[in-house]
C-alpha cells in the first residue's frame, strides 16, 4: 500500500487543549514547540466561548487550530453555525458528523471559509460494537465507519476522524488523497486512561494515519514542552 507524503505536513499533531480556563489553555498552547498544532473542542468551547476561541486564535495566530465541535444538525443550521464560528478566524481544521448525512456535509462545505479543511467524525472511537447495534447500526464497527468515509468522500469533505483501528481500511479504501485524523494516540508507556482502542504516534502514522490528536500524554506530563518534543522525535 502506497503511504500518503506526509513530508510537506508540517503539523502532523494537534494537542488537545481540554481546559476549563483560558488562563491555562494559554499556558499549554504556549509550552507546545513546532509541528503542534491546537485542538480546541467542545469543552473548551462551552466553557469560554467564541471570545477564548478568539482569544486563543490571536495570540497563536501562526499554529494551526483544529476546531473540534462535530456539528450534527441540519445543513441550514450547520452551514449557519459554521459560518458563526469562522466569522473572525480561519481554523485550519473544523469537523461535523457523517451521520449529518450528504446534504448537510456538502452545506458545512459550502460554509467553510477558503484555508479551512472539512473532516467528518466516523463513528466516535467511543462506541463499540454493542454500543452501535444499540442505536441501530448493524453493519458492525469496519464496514459502519468506511461508508461513513465514503460518504464523506462523495459530499467532497478532506478527510475523516476515525480510530486508529480504521486506519489501513480507510487508507486502502479512500486513497491517499484523504485526511484521516486519529485520537487515542498514546506514545510508549504513557498511561491509557479512559481510552479504549491506542496506538503509539509512530505505528498509527506508518498505518496511514495524516494527523494525530494526543491531549493527556502533553497536557498532562510534568514538562508538557519535553513531552511533546520526545513525541515529534519518535515519529522522525
Ligand atoms: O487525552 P487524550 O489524548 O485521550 O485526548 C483525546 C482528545 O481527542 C480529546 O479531546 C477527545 O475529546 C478527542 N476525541 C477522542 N475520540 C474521538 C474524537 C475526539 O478522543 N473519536
Known amino acids: 500500500m502506497k503511504q500518503p507524503d506526509l513530508s510537506k505536513n508540517e503539523t502532523p499533531i494537534f494537542c488537545a487543549i481540554d481546559k476549563p480556563d483560558l488562563d491555562s489553555a494559554m499556558l499549554l498552547c504556549e509550552q507546545l514547540p513546532k509541528g503542534i498544532g491546537i485542538k480546541l473542542g467542545l469543552e473548551f468551547f462551552n466553557a469560554l466561548g467564541k471570545h477564548g476561541l478568539e482569544m486563543i486564535a490571536s495570540r497563536f495566530s501562526n499554529i494551526p487550530i483544529f476546531l473540534d465541535l462535530k456539528y450534527h444538525d441540519i445543513p441550514n443550521t450547520v452551514a449557519g453555525a459554521i459560518r458563526a464560528a469562522t466569522k473572525n478566524f480561519t481554523p485550519a481544521y473544523l469537523n461535523v458528523h457523517a451521520a449529518g448525512g450528504l446534504a448537510m456535509m456538502q452545506a458545512a462545505k459550502k460554509a467553510c471559509p477558503q484555508g479551512t479543511k472539512l473532516l467528518a467524525v466516523t463513528i466516535l472511537t467511543s462506541l463499540d460494537e454493542e454500543a ?9 464497527v469496519q464496514n459502519r465507519v468506511l461508508q461513513m468515509a465514503q460518504l464523506t468522500q462523495e459530499a467532497g469533505l478532506d478527510g475523516i476522524v476515525c480510530s486508529s483501528y480504521e486506519i489501513e481500511l480507510i487508507r486502502k479504501e479512500c486513497g491517499d488523497d484523504f485526511a484521516l485524523m486519529v485520537p487515542g494516540i498514546r506514545p510508549e508507556g504513557s498511561e491509557i486512561g479512559d481510552q ?21 500524554p502533553i497536557s ?4 508538557p514542552a519535553k513531552a511533546a518534543i520526545e513525541i515529534l522525535d519518535s515519529i522522525k
Not at 503509539?200 to 490528536?213: K, Q
Not at 498532562?220 to 514538562?223: F, K, L, R, S, T
Open 220 to 223: 498532562q506530563a510534568n514538562n
Open 196 to 216: 479504549k482502542r491506542v496506538m503509539t504516534p509512530a505505528n498509527a502514522l506508518r498505518a496511514g494515519a495524516t494527523h494525530l490528536v494526543i491531549g493527556r
Open 132 to 140: 452501535i447495534t444499540q442505536v441501530g447500526y448493524h453493519a458492525g
